[in-house]
């Protein structure tokens, strides 16, 4: 693999958002699909991971109170197990700065956002009778400086 070849995350024109959609939800397995009109008033970055200038993947993401959320998340089946979805992680990590961040998984994909650095906040029982578990994760807070003084 050459440096040109490697995968890149870069955020999508919000014209080209649908069509983003469209593929996620297409590689999205049995999670819940989105629908983009749904979203229209929380105005969601989508964020795409292109390989040799393909997409294989993305993430989309929203602002929510106190936090940003990724509503969506998938891999193209092809292209999973290389890394690309914890390159996403990492990248909404990255943009959502000093906000948390949190998303929703089911029961196949928990262990991953786990693994990746995502810590359980609760579960919520889909209509379906599934369960939809929530998970946050959020940049680390530099360590205080044992000898600086109190309230700094």
Known sequence: MTVTDAPQV???????TDLVIDKLNAWRDEMPAIDPNALMDKQPQAFAVTLDG???????????PMANEIVLLAIDPAYR?????RMC????LFR?????LVLTANDASVG???????????KRKQADGSILTRLG???????SDPNAPPGC
């Open 10 to 16: 870069s955020q999508v024109a919000p014209e080209q």
């Open 54 to 64: 393909r997409v294989v993947g993305g993430y989309l993401m929203i602002h929510i």
């Open 81 to 85: 197990r290389r890394g690309l979805g």
């Open 89 to 92: 992680c990492m990248d909404a």
């Open 96 to 100: 959502s700065g000093k906000r948390p």
């Open 112 to 122: 991953f956002a786990r693994t990746v650095g995502f810590k359980l906040v609760g």
């Open 137 to 143: 994760w959020h940049a680390p807070r530099p360590k």
